[in-house]
Structure formats: C-alpha cells, structure tokens
C-alpha cells in the first residue's frame, strides 16, 4: 500500500539529500574520499551540453557510482556552478515511491526556486527502482532542453537493456569498471616508487611503459588486488578482507543473481544461474564451449547462452573470442574464454590465492583482462591445433598487430622452446615484436628475428590500466 507523503515531507527529503544547497558542498565523508581515475572521463561528459543526451552511469555493484557523482557535484561547485542548480536524488527512496521523474523535477523546481529553462543538473541514482524509467527520461530529455540529466544504478543488466532499447540517440551509457590495478595502489595511498620506463616508451606506439625499483613489494600488492582489490570498500577494510565470502557474495553476487537478473529477465531457476556463475569463476580464463559447459552442469545449451548473456549484462564476465592462426575469426564462436570482470569475485566464492597456487596464471590472466574493460577495441585469443597465444589484437583491417603472453613464471626468459607460439603466430603475420610476461624479471631481447619484451605481470597490469586512463582523459578522448 502505498504511503501517501506530503508534498512539504518530499520537499524537505530532497533538501536533506542535497546538503550544498546550504552548506556550498558535499559531506566532508565523501569530498576526502580519493576520487577515482575516472572522474576526469566521467565529470566532462556531464559538463558537455553540445549533444542533448542523458548520461547513464552503469557498472557493477559496489564500484563506486554514487561516491563518483558526489565528486563530480563538488566539481561542478568548484568550477563555479551555483549548488542549488545541481540536484542529487536517490529513486530507491521510499518517500519518492510511484512518484515520476517528471514530478521528482517539478518538486525539486519548486524547493530549489529555479526555472526549467536554466542551465541545471538532476541526478537520478538507483533508476532502476522505477518502472519504465528508459521511457521517462527519453520524455524529460525531448521536454528540458536545457537540463542535464544523470542517471545511475546497481542493476546493470537492467540499465544496459533498457538503455539500448529505448535510448538510441537519446542516451550516453558510461561504464564504471571495478578498480583498475593503479587505482588500487593509488586508493591505498601504496608507497611504491613507479616511474616511466622511457626505454620501452619510445620503443612503442602511442603507449607509456613504466618500471619500478621494488618488484618484490608490488608483487605481493598485486596478489592482495587480485584477492581484494576491485571493490574501493573491500580495498580498504581489513575486517571485510579478513571475511570477503560474506561482503562480496551477500552484498554482490547475490544481489545480482538472486535479485537483479531473475526481476529482469524472469529467470526462475536461480539455483541453476547459480550454479554455473560458480562455474564459471572457478574456471576463469579457460577456454569453454557451450557443449563442454552443458556437460559439465547438464544444463541445455540453449539456456547456457541466455544465461551467459544475462551474467554479461551484469557486468559479472567478460567473454574473449578465438581466433585462428591466421587471425581470422570463426563464423560461428563454437569455442570462447570467459573471465570475471574482478578476479576477487572468485576470492570470495572459494578462498584467497597465494603465490605458488596452481591456479595463480588464471588469475593473473583474468586480471590483466579486467584492465581492459574500459577500451573501445575488443580483444582475441588464437588458438590452432599446436599452440595458443593468450591476447591477440586486431587492426582496422582485422590483422594481428600485437600479441601478448600472460605467464606468471621467468621460464621464458632462458627456455625459449616456451616461445616457439609465438615465434610461429609472429613470423606468420610479420610481426616485429611480442610482449610476454613474467613474475619479476624484466628484460629485452631478440629471438628468432622477434623482439621479445619481458615484462612483469604487476606492471604489465598497471601499465595498461594507466594507459586506458590516459588515454580516456586525453583531449580528443572526450
């Protein structure tokens, strides 16, 4: 039954909400709060009012998209925005139940005493409380020229089907990734001196390299990110970290599986979702196919395949096509790998790793991949009858122009029989140089007429995480 609230209680709520009308900015909780990377990628896209669009805010839950908005409040403050024309508005509210967007404006208009013609920001977090919110907004979006609308939520797969649906044209989807590996250390305020590796810098294209004088320590920071590190509250907290099974799966996982994903999609089998999310993070960075998965959990090809694009929309995995030896890709993706988009979801559905685990190159894999969750380009695999290599990318005209191998091992270095992959795939396409990784060793060398980069995997993972930032907040990236 609903609770019919004043329009004086609704009013006073959203005054409550939004602090900086009076006190000129956010709550000293938030503002000392490092801000993320992304707040530079995020906070320009909501200053941009050359194309009339809303901005949706998707990502996992428990990465950060409320704290970012906040931030991005503060900006707008700081460059000089009056407060009161910037409004914050959690939908999830009980006060604002069965209320529409359009009359959460109005009230706001009123309490606030601005105009629809003027220049204002309302920010809708948790929109996925409201039925129909993707009709709602397209229909502000088309009436309030001037008004910026933002949106956020939790639910992901809802938000990432309704926005494709109903928003073409009208809608900018924004993805918030779990935190990168140099958010982490930067988040930890981590003392580790890492600096630009000029050498390998100029010897690539477009991208920094970077080095440091500690590998060790980095090492043993990287594997607590692995565990630990994609979710800011996890980062941070020793208590969670000490039970992240209860934090993560309670607050995470099963929100999304046994909440988020079967109100949307109308799953009714949870227990089988289940099942094979736990699968599938148990498995991460192999390679599968719908017809090993179906043996493995007895559950029907066809059913996998919804399920797999359901956890896709969640934000939950990550799928990487094959490719041949030839870099050509296959008609039909009978073969795939799947990662988790956090390899500490996997910490917290069984136990964290250590260095020395047999499983440890998986994740290492899996986070290297979760870097590179941000990039425009999407990434292959290669896979023939005798060899493998772990990350291929393809050119505007779909031809391999880099290869990397993900190791956690300095076999390579001296072993070059452990090469013999990606000599083959490298001559086969005239490539130049390969980059493979190691646990701590560092060096160059060329072999077989490749130049081969040996490059630890804790700063082969910072360094693309950092690159995707850069290059994200560079002008012309905006």
Known sequence: MKIPFSPDQILQRMRFENPWWETGGIEEYYSQLTRRAYYLRLFSLIGDRSVQRALILMGPRRVGKTVLLFHCIQGLIEQGINPQKICYLSVETPIYNGISLEELLQFYLAASGNSADSELFLIFDEIQYLKNWELHLKSLVDSYKKIKFIVSGSAAAAL????????????????????????????????????????????????????????????????????????????????????????????????????????????????????????????????????????????SKNTIKKYISYLQAAFLITIVNRVDQNGKKFKRANFFKIYLTNPSLRCALFSPIKDGDPLMGNLVETAIFSQWQHSIYPLYYARWQNGEVDIVFLDAEQKPKWIVEIKWSNKSISDHNRLKNLIHFGHLHEMKSATITTIDESTRGEINDILFDFIPSSLYCYTVGKNLILYKNSPGNQ
């Open 160 to 299: 990432k089907l309704k926005s494709t649906e109903s928003g073409a044209g009208r809608f900018t989807d924004f993805i918030l990734p779990p935190l990168t590996f140099q958010e982490y250390l930067q988040l930890k305020k981590i003392d580790i001196s890492i600096t630009e590796d000029v050498e390998r810098s100029s010897a690539h294209e477009e991208q920094l390299f970077y080095t440091t004088n500690d590998i060790k320590k980095l090492n043993e920071h990287f594997i607590d990110y692995i565990n630990f590190g994609g979710y800011p509250e996890v980062s941070l907290s020793t208590t969670i970290q000490s039970d992240p099974g209860r934090y993560i799966r309670n607050d995470i996982i099963d929100k999304v599986l046994m909440r988020d994903l079967p109100l949307l999609y109308g799953i009714e089998d949870i227990q089988e979702l289940n099942s094979l999310f736990t699968y599938i993070a148990y498995n991460t960075g192999c390679e599968m196919s719908l017809e090993s998965i179906a043996s493995s959990s007895g559950v």
